[in-house]
C-alpha cells in the first residue's frame, strides 16, 4: 500500500522503499530472533544435562587431577606430581601401551574383516543367505559386554570350548590357560573385543556398499576389471567416510576399553592385560588416589582425541 | 551454570570433616556393673553388613529374639562395594554397626568410634591380647597398638583342606608333620596323576598368598611378619626366612604341583574344583568349614601349614571378621552391647561357630558349642585353640597397606607361577612398593 501511494514522486519513493527494506528487514530479524529464541529454548534443557553431567565432571576431573586426594578428607595441592607419575611409574604408562595394543585387536581386525565380509556379502545381497549372514555377524553387537566377557573366558579356560577344539584336532601343545598366560592374555582379551566389534564395522561398512553407483561396476566390469582391482578401485575409495567411522569408534573402544577386560582379567596375570579404564577405577575405587585417578583419565581423553581428531581431519580433507 | 562450574573449581575438593562426638558411653542405660545396655525403649540399629555371608544377620535375628525393643535396619552390599563406601557411609549415613574393610584409614580419618571406653567397662581388654590387637590402630595409623577402633563377630583362619578320599589314594592317612612330609605328598599326589593343588591366583586376586604367609610361619616368626604388616618403623618382608619360604613356595610351582591355570583361577571356580574332587589340597580359611561340612560331608581334613622339623612352631593367618560403630552413629552403646553379647552369649557363640565355622571371639575359657568330631569344622576349631596356644596368629599380608596386595603381591605372585619373577625379586619388589606406599 505504501508502494502504490508513492508512485509518482520519485524521491518520496526512494526513501519509502529504504522504509519498507528497513522494515522488512527488522521484521526478518525479529522473526529470525524469536525462531532462534523457540531454537534455543528447546536446546537449553538439553544443553543444560550436557554442562551439568559432560562439560563440569571434565572440568572436576582436571581440577582434581592436581591435588592429592582421597576423596573424602581436605585434599593437598600438588601441581604437576600426579602427571610426572604417569611417565615415572612402569605400571601407569604400561596400562597406556597395554591400551595401544589392544586397537590392533580392537581397530585393524574388525575393519580388515568387515571389510571382507562385507564384500563377500555384497556378492549375494539379494538372496535370504544375505539377511541371514548379516544378523549372525551383527549378534555379538547386542550382547552385554559382561556377558561377551563371560562366556569368552569360559571358553578360553583350561577346558573350555578353545581349547578341546585344539585337542581335537591334536594340538594339546598349544592348548593353555590362554587368559591366565602372560604372553596370551592380552591377545585373547583382543580376540573378545574383535568378535563384539566385528559386527558393528561389518553392517556399517555394507551400508556404505549399497549407496556405490552399480554403473561404476559395471564400467570397470566392461574394462576388465577383476574382483579385487573392483574392490581396491571402487568399493575401498567408495567407503572412506564409513571406514574412517569404523576405525574412529573402534579406536575410542580400545583405549577406554573397560568391560571385557575387568571381566575376563581384572588385569591381571601381572597386569600383563592392565588398560588406563581399569587402572582409573583401582585408583579411584579402592586405592582412592581420586587426584591420580583423575590425571590418568585426563592423559587417556588427551590421547583418545590425538588419534581420533587427526582421523575426523583426513576424512573432511577428502571431502573437499 | 557456569558460575556452578567456577565456583566448584575454586574451591579445593574435599570439604573439612565434621568434628566427631565424644566417644565416652554416656547413655542413661547402664547395666549393674555400669556398663552400657540398649535399655527398654524401642531401638532401631542401623546395620551395613556384608552380602553373602549370613552370619551377622543370623546374630541380629537372635539378639531380637533376647532383647525384643532392639531391631535392625540392615543394608547389605558386596565386599568390594563396601570397601568403596566405606569412608562415604561412615561419614554421611553413619550406620550403628558396619562390616569393616581394613581399619587404619578409616580410623585415622576420624570416621570410626574409639572403643576403648567400652572395652573397659565389658571388660574386653581382658581377653587374650592377640585377638584385638589387628584392630588397634595408633595415631600415625599404624596398626597393632593404640585405641581399638573395631571388634570381631568371630575370628577366622586358614590352612590346608585336603580331600580325605584322594589323601588315602596317595598313602596319606593322617595330616603331615613336617613340610618334607607335605612336599612328599604333592609328589605323590602328581604322580598319581592328580592335581595336588588348585590355589586361586587368577585376575586381581593373588591367592598364591595363602601359601607363602603359611610356609613363611613355619620358616620365620608370625610375629615379625605383624609388624611388617601393622607398618612398624624398619620392618621388611625381605628377611632371610621369608626367603626361604617364597623359594619353597617356587620349588612347588617348578615341581609342577600347581594346578596349570592357577593364573587365570579365580576363587568359586578354585571352590567347585576342590568339591568336585579335582584336587587333593588347597589353602583356604575356616570360613568355608560349614560350606565344605555340608557339600561334602565327612571327606574334608583340615591341617596347619607344617612346621619345618616336627613339632616346631607354626602359624596362621588369623583375621577378626571386623564390625565398627561409626563416630556419627545414633546408637553407640546399644551397637557396642550388641557386639559384647556376640562374644560371650552362649546362644550367639554357638551361631558364630555353627553359621561362621569360625572360632568366637571372647576370653580363653568362654563356653565352646558341641561339634560333631568328624567335621572339618571341628578340626579347624582345634587348629584355631592350638595357634592361640603358640601365639602363632598373625595378620594377613595382604593387609598390610591398601594397595599392596592388588598392585604388589597380585601381580608379583601371578610373575612367580609364570616364572617371570624369581623368590628374591618377589619379596624385594613387595618391600618396594610397600616403601613407597607408607613413605609417599
Redesign the interface.
Known amino acids: 500500500m505504501a508502494q502504490r501511494q508513492t508512485t509518482d514522486v520519485p524521491g518520496r519513493r526512494e526513501a519509502v522503499d529504504r522504509f519498507t527494506s528497513d522494515s522488512r528487514r527488522r521484521a526478518l530479524k525479529a522473526r529470525r530472533l524469536r525462531r532462534g529464541g523457540l531454537a534455543l529454548t528447546l536446546v537449553v534443557p538439553a544443553a543444560?544435562a550436557y554442562?551439568?553431567f559432560v562439560?563440569?565432571p571434565i572440568?572436576?576431573t582436571i581440577?582434581?587431577s592436581f591435588?592429592d586426594?582421597?576423596?573424602?578428607?581436605?585434599?593437598t595441592?600438588v601441581g604437576a606430581d600426579n602427571y610426572a607419575a604417569l611417565l615415572r611409574n612402569p605400571?601407569l604408562s604400561g596400562s597406556i601401551l597395554n591400551a595401544f595394543e589392544l586397537i590392533i585387536f580392537f581397530s585393524f581386525v574388525p575393519v580388515a574383516l568387515g571389510l571382507f565380509t562385507a564384500n563377500t556379502i555384497r556378492g549375494f545381497a539379494t538372496s535370504r543367505l544375505a539377511v541371514v549372514a548379516r544378523t549372525v555377524l551383527f549378534l555379538p553387537q547386542i550382547i552385554p559386554l559382561v556377558a561377551a566377557g563371560i562366556m569368552w573366558?569360559w571358553q578360553?579356560?583350561?577346558n573350555g570350548l578353545v581349547n578341546q577344539v585344539l585337542r581335537l584336532i591334536g594340538l594339546d601343545g598349544v592348548a593353555?590357560?590362554?587368559?591366565?598366560?602372560?604372553d596370551t592374555?592380552l591377545p585373547a582379551v583382543g580376540v573378545i573385543g574383535a568378535w563384539v566389534l566385528f559386527g558393528l564395522c561389518m553392517l556399517l561398512l555394507l551400508a556404505g556398499m549399497t549407496k556405490i553407483d552399480p554403473a561404476l561396476y559395471e564400467a570397470a566390469r566392461i574394462d576388465g576389471a577383476g574382483p579385487f582391482r573392483e574392490f581396491f578401485s571402487i568399493t575401498l575409495p567408495s567407503l572412506r567416510q564409513e571406514v574412517v567411522v569404523c576405525v574412529t569408534v573402534t579406536v575410542i573402544a580400545a583405549l577406554a576399553s573397560f568391560d571385557i577386560v575387568y571381566i575376563a582379567?581384572?588385569?591381571?596375570?601381572?597386569?600383563s592385560t592392565l588398560v588406563p579404564g581399569l587402572e582409573i577405577y583401582?585408583l579411584a575405587?579402592?586405592?582412592?588416589e581420586?587426584g591420580q585417578a583423575s590425571a590418568l583419565a585426563v592423559a587417556l581423553m588427551v590421547l583418545v582425541l590425538a588419534v581420533v581428531l587427526p582421523l575426523q581431519w583426513i576424512n573432511r580433507e577428502g571431502d573437499s | 551454570?557456569g558460575a556452578?562450574?567456577v565456583m566448584?573449581?575454586c574451591s579445593?575438593?574435599?570439604?573439612?570433616?565434621p568434628d566427631a562426638d565424644e566417644t565416652a558411653p554416656s547413655s542413661a542405660a547402664t547395666n549393674a556393673d555400669g556398663a552400657p545396655t540398649c535399655g527398654t525403649e524401642p531401638v532401631t540399629l542401623k546395620g551395613y553388613f556384608e552380602t553373602g555371608f549370613p552370619l551377622a544377620t543370623d546374630l541380629t535375628e537372635e539378639f531380637t529374639a533376647q532383647y525384643p525393643n532392639v531391631t535392625f535396619d540392615i543394608r547389605e552390599d558386596q565386599f568390594a562395594v563396601l570397601?568403596?563406601n566405606a569412608?562415604?557411609v561412615l561419614?554421611d549415613d553413619p550406620p550403628d554397626l558396619m562390616r569393616l574393610p581394613q581399619v587404619s584409614?578409616l580410623a585415622e580419618?576420624g570416621l570410626l568410634l574409639n572403643l576403648d571406653p567400652y572395652a573397659e567397662s565389658f571388660g574386653w581388654d581382658a581377653w587374650p591380647a592377640s585377638q584385638l590387637e589387628q584392630m588397634r590402630v595408633d595415631d600415625e595409623g599404624r596398626r597393632g597398638d593404640g585405641p581399638l577402633y573395631a571388634m570381631g563377630l568371630n575370628f577366622s583362619m586358614t590352612g590346608v583342606f585336603y580331600n580325605k578320599d584322594l589323601a588315602a589314594q596317595i598313602g596319606m592317612t593322617t595330616p603331615p608333620a613336617t613340610l618334607a612330609e607335605l612336599d612328599s605328598y604333592l609328589q605323590a599326589a602328581k604322580d598319581a596323576g592328580l592335581t595336588p593343588i588348585a590355589q586361586f591366583?587368577?585376575?586381581?586376586?593373588g591367592g598364591f598368598a595363602f601359601p607363602l604367609q603359611g610356609l613363611m610361619a613355619s620358616y620365620g616368626d608370625p610375629a615379625e611378619i605383624n609388624s611388617w604388616i601393622y607398618q612398624q618403623p624398619d620392618s621388611t618382608i625381605d628377611t632371610p626366612a621369608n626367603l626361604e619360604a617364597a623359594e619353597h613356595l617356587a620349588s612347588w610351582v617348578d615341581a609342577g604341583y600347581f594346578?596349570?591355570?592357577?593364573?587365570?583361577?579365580d576363587y568359586s571356580t578354585m571352590m567347585s574344583r576342590f568339591i568336585g574332587g579335582e584336587s587333593v589340597f588347597i589353602f583356604n580359611g575356616d570360613w568355608e568349614s560349614g560350606n565344605l561340612d555340608t557339600q561334602m560331608p565327612g571327606n574334608v581334613g583340615f591341617f596347619l601349614v607344617p612346621p619345618v622339623e616336627e613339632g616346631g612352631a607354626v602359624g596362621a593367618m588369623s583375621a577378626p571378621l571386623t564390625f565398627g560403630i561409626s563416630a556419627y552413629a545414633e546408637n553407640p552403646d546399644c551397637a557396642a552391647f550388641f557386639l559384647d553379647w556376640v562374644a560371650t552369649n552362649e546362644e550367639a557363640r554357638t551361631i558364630a561357630v555353627e553359621i561362621g565355622g569360625s572360632h568366637p571371639m571372647g576370653p580363653a575359657d568362654a563356653f565352646m558349642p558341641e561339634v560333631d568330631a568328624d567335621t572339618v569344622t571341628a578340626q579347624t576349631l582345634e587348629a584355631g585353640a592350638l595357634i592361640g596356644e603358640q601365639d602363632g596368629a598373625m595378620d594377613f599380608i595382604a593387609n598390610a597397606t591398601?594397595?599392596i596386595y592388588?598392585?604388589s603381591w597380585?601381580?608379583?605372585l601371578?610373575?612367580l607361577?609364570?616364572g617371570?619373577?624369581d623368590p628374591a625379586g618377589l619379596l624385594s619388589s613387595v618391600q618396594a612398593d610397600y616403601d613407597a606406599e607408607i613413605g609417599g
Open positions: 543444560l554442562v551439568l562439560v563440569r572440568f572436576l581440577q582434581y591435588y586426594w582421597d576423596g573424602v578428607t581436605p585434599a595441592w605400571e573366558s578360553l579356560a583350561t593353555r590357560a590362554w587368559l591366565g598366560d602372560f592374555a582379567t581384572q588385569g591381571g596375570p601381572g597386569n583401582y575405587f579402592f586405592q582412592r581420586v | 551454570m556452578l562450574t566448584t573449581a579445593s575438593p574435599g570439604g573439612t570433616a570397601t568403596q569412608p562415604r561419614a584409614e580419618d591366583n587368577g585376575g586381581a586376586t594346578a596349570e591355570d592357577v593364573n587365570s583361577m591398601g594397595s592388588a598392585k597380585t601381580p608379583n601371578q610373575k607361577f609364570a617371570e619373577q
